[in-house]
């Protein structure tokens, strides 16, 4: 019962301008790769059409061959997003890797889709993916401060293992926030991308 009331709480509006507010600047910095990225990808289109050119032009069809398929999209956009967040807990490197390429090929989609088809192609389910995607970086990073906490009490000795965990508990519900909130932006953007986004394109396409 004590869980379940803990669980709620995640969702009430003074936790959530807390756990943004005690987390903002790994936010920021997660905000700061992607964008980072996507004007590389944007900018440097055709060095990375050279390099992967397989891989960026897959990033071009999707729009063209975009699933209806709601199961198919958000498991595999939870599967990311839930690798990103876990992986914070080896350090964050492959999480900072997923994201880069992440940034990379929206902005290279962006540079070589027309704007109108990329505008409603990717608009309407990115305004809630990208945002989970950042989240779950964020997340990743708060795994990996976390992690780095624990290493300390270990190898410190000034604190015991035990004292430490119980000090930095929060950050674990924080994760745990992490995920729900990610599962619940994916599970609208998997509906919007699988409904309205081929019905926009369609009419865009005529």
Do not use: C, Q
């Amino acid at each position: 019962k004590k869980i379940l009331l803990n669980l709620k709480e995640i969702f009430t509006i003074d936790y959530i301008k807390s756990y943004i507010s005690r987390n903002a600047n790994y936010f920021i910095i997660s905000i700061i790769i992607f964008l980072i990225s996507a004007l590389l990808g944007f900018y440097f289109n055709n060095y990375f059409n050279n390099i992967l050119p397989d891989h960026f032009r897959m990033a071009t069809s999707i729009i063209d061959e975009i699933s209806v398929n709601f199961r198919d999209i958000f498991i595999h956009n939870i599967f990311i997003d839930l690798s990103v967040v876990f992986n914070g807990f080896l350090f964050s490197i492959d999480s900072i890797i997923t994201t880069v390429l992440n940034g990379v090929l929206l902005g290279y989609a962006f540079s070589r889709v027309n704007t109108i088809l990329f505008v409603v192609g990717i608009t309407p389910h990115g305004i809630f993916e990208i945002p989970s995607s950042i989240i779950a970086m964020g997340g990743s990073l708060i795994a990996t401060r976390w992690e780095i906490h624990m290493l300390n009490s270990i190898i410190s000795k000034k604190h015991t293992f035990r004292e430490e965990f119980k000090k930095y508990k929060y950050m674990l519900k924080d994760i745990l926030a992490t995920v729900i909130y990610v599962f619940i932006l994916l599970i609208i953007a998997a509906a919007i991308e699988s409904t309205i986004t081929p019905l926009l394109l369609s009419i865009v396409s005529v």
